[in-house]
């Protein structure tokens, strides 16, 4: 059955409501400033639920002429209040069981990551799993491979993991209790790093040969704790006022996602994701195609999603002009063009939305080539492609960014490494990434999400001062409408949420403050303190009496 436009929802609603067939609704809120997102009608005062939806939105006393006896009354007191948040890009976990040293930061020298890894180990039992973040710092380092990690730590498994999430260091423990020896191949889309002119391993793995690794170690996670880590993260998220996930999903098989979010349950929106993992003898189609929950309810499977390109920390970004801090080095791809072909037409086929993390401007070069070879414009505008990032999407691939229908999710929290895309690019390059504001007016569809710290308070903040490209930066109604609508429209959920209007799921939150006049300094420190799923409470800070 074709569905109605949310335009004629709302009115449908609205006009029940006022003739009392829809009964009067559960709850009323209203003396409140509301951002509804709906550009027919962006602020209001009140607005009214019944059931999962909304019914009514106004100023406060036409809302209020719809109570009924049993309608309940919540007074906002002049707060703000927003359509639930919508993190379009994830990564939720499970956590990895082992020590995670405190003092090695993302940006720590190597030095002081392995002393804290030989404090460690000197008070830990044999065999228990260490773990640090690093940065770019110990990437950079020439030491920084299992030889020297042995030659400190040699009785405990070592994993070093970029903040980036796409390369990882191990020492020779971790390699053989994963069994990854020197005769082991590399998967498509990642690499071992190996001693030059050797198949004898260094303990560095990037992209697919770290994800597959990271998978491993999640498998062996117990359920009861892989639930708990997922409960948790979606209360902190309820937290913030996200009543939606996005979840890329890297850490997890489809099917055994699907099991712990239904376990847990989780009291936000979820959607999975399919993030296929490969191996010596191709891609996991299998898992590409895995079924679960239709997209729609509280729990949802969804999209597939490759990657194409790394990131700047590991100098993974395939670009079109070579590196400044390496002469001669352009990025790479993580697959030809021939296998994001194949990718490509198995996603047409299957007529499933593609997520594509392209950063450099070679990568997504090629995969709006692909995409335009592919299909008609027409045909991807219906399945919404995503780039995920693209930091270099320039300008003279915009036009063909918006004739495909492209939608960019962009994360904000990327927008602090001004000195490492200087060092890596050159100081003029930094004036050309990561668009957000230009894409708007050239009619690109853009979304926000976290791939990173979870506040979408300090993300906000982050795209409203863009300190990357400062003349990309969004206003401040533009940034939310990314978090919400946007998002929305990037998961084909744009009828259903996203807006707080009449027909619309009641997914809303109730802020701590008022995100569009709080000086910016203290935009991070905004929380939710009333959030609600479709209609029901998720997270109350003591608001509902």
């Known amino acids: 059955?074709?569905?109605?436009?949310?335009?004629?929802?709302?009115?449908?609603?609205?006009?029940?409501?006022?003739?009392?067939?829809?009964g009067p609704p559960d709850l009323i809120l209203a003396g409140g400033r509301i951002f509804t997102a709906d550009s027919a009608r962006p602020w209001a005062e009140a607005l009214a639920v019944r059931h999962d939806r909304i019914v009514a939105v106004g100023n406060t006393?036409?809302?209020?002429?719809?109570?009924?006896?049993?309608?309940?009354?919540?007074?906002?007191?002049?707060?703000?209040?927003?359509?639930?948040?919508?993190?379009?890009?994830?990564?939720?976990?499970?956590?990895?069981r082992g020590i995670r040293l405190a003092a090695a930061t993302g940006d720590a020298g190597l030095l002081e990551v392995v002393r804290g890894l030989a404090a460690a180990s000197r008070v830990r039992p044999r065999g228990t799993w260490l773990l640090a973040t690093v940065g770019d710092r110990v990437l950079d380092d020439p030491r920084a491979k299992r030889f020297f990690l042995d030659s400190v730590v040699p009785d405990h498994p070592v994993v070093l993991e970029s903040w980036s999430g796409h390369a990882a260091i191990f020492n020779s423990a971790t390699l053989g209790t994963l069994g990854i020896g020197h005769d082991t191949p590399d998967p498509p889309g990642g690499r071992y790093g190996r001693?030059?002119?050797?198949?004898?391993?260094?303990?560095?793995?990037?992209?697919?040969?770290?994800?597959?690794a990271r998978r491993r170690l999640s498998s062996s996670v117990p359920d009861s704790a892989s639930r708990a880590d997922l409960l948790r993260y979606a209360d902190a998220a309820a937290r913030f006022g996200i009543t939606t996930v996005q979840d890329m999903n890297n850490n997890l098989t489809t099917a055994r996602a699907v099991a712990l979010l239904r376990d847990a349950d989780v009291p936000i929106r979820w959607r999975v994701i399919r993030f296929p993992m490969t191996r010596a003898g191709g891609r996991d189609v299998a898992d590409a195609r895995a079924a679960g929950p239709r997209?729609?309810?509280?729990?949802?499977?969804?999209?597939?999603?490759?990657t194409l390109d790394g990131t700047p920390v590991e100098r993974g970004v395939a670009m079109r002009r070579?590196?400044?801090?390496?002469?001669?080095?352009?990025?790479?791809?993580?697959?030809?063009?021939?296998?994001?072909?194949?990718?490509?037409?198995?996603?047409?086929?299957?007529?499933?939305?593609?997520?594509?993390?392209?950063?450099?401007?070679?990568?997504?070069?090629?995969?709006?080539?692909?995409?335009s070879a592919a299909a008609p414009e027409?045909?991807?505008?219906?399945?919404?492609?995503?780039?995920?990032h693209g930091d270099f999407l320039t300008a003279d691939l915009v036009p063909s960014a918006r004739r495909l229908g492209v939608v960019v999710v962009q994360n904000p929290a990327r927008f602090t490494i001004l000195d490492l895309i200087r060092r890596r690019y050159g100081p003029g390059r930094a004036g050309v990434a990561q668009p957000l504001r230009s894409l708007l007016t050239a009619g690109v569809r853009i979304a926000l999400g976290s791939d990173g710290p979870m506040n979408p308070y300090l993300n906000i903040m982050l795209a409203v001062t863009h300190p990357v490209n400062p003349g990309e930066a969004l206003t401040r109604e533009q940034a939310v409408l990314a978090y919400t609508r946007g998002s929305a429209y990037a998961e084909f959920a744009e009828r259903e949420k996203g807006t707080l209007a009449p027909g619309m799921l009641a997914d809303l939150a109730v802020l701590s403050q008022d995100i569009f006049t709080v000086p910016l300094g203290e935009l991070s420190q905004t929380e939710s303190v009333l959030t609600m799923v479709g209609g029901k409470v998720a997270y109350d800070a003591g608001v509902v009496k």
């Not at 059955?1 to 829809?22: D, I, S, T």
């Not at 209020?64 to 703000?80: F, H, K, V």
């Not at 991807?380 to 995920?388: G, K, V």
Request: hydrophobic share 40%.
């Open 295 to 306: 997209p729609g309810g509280p729990l949802g499977v969804s999209g597939v999603t490759y």
């Open 195 to 212: 001693v030059p002119g050797s198949e004898v391993l260094d303990g560095r793995l990037t992209e697919y040969a770290w994800w597959n």
């Open 378 to 388: 027409s045909t991807w505008h219906a399945l919404r492609p995503r780039i995920e």
């Open 322 to 371: 070579p590196y400044a801090d390496r002469p001669g080095w352009y990025g790479e791809l993580d697959f030809p063009p021939e296998t994001l072909g194949v990718i490509i037409r198995e996603t047409l086929a299957a007529r499933e939305q593609l997520l594509v993390h392209a950063v450099g401007d070679s990568a997504i070069a090629v995969l709006l080539g692909l995409l």
């Open 61 to 96: 006393d036409s809302v209020r002429r719809l109570a009924g006896p049993r309608t309940r009354t919540l007074d906002l007191g002049g707060r703000t209040v927003i359509p639930g948040l919508n993190d379009a890009h994830a990564h939720p976990g499970p956590e990895l």
């Open 1 to 22: 059955m074709r569905r109605r436009p949310a335009v004629a929802l709302a009115a449908l609603a609205l006009a029940a409501c006022a003739r009392g067939e829809a």
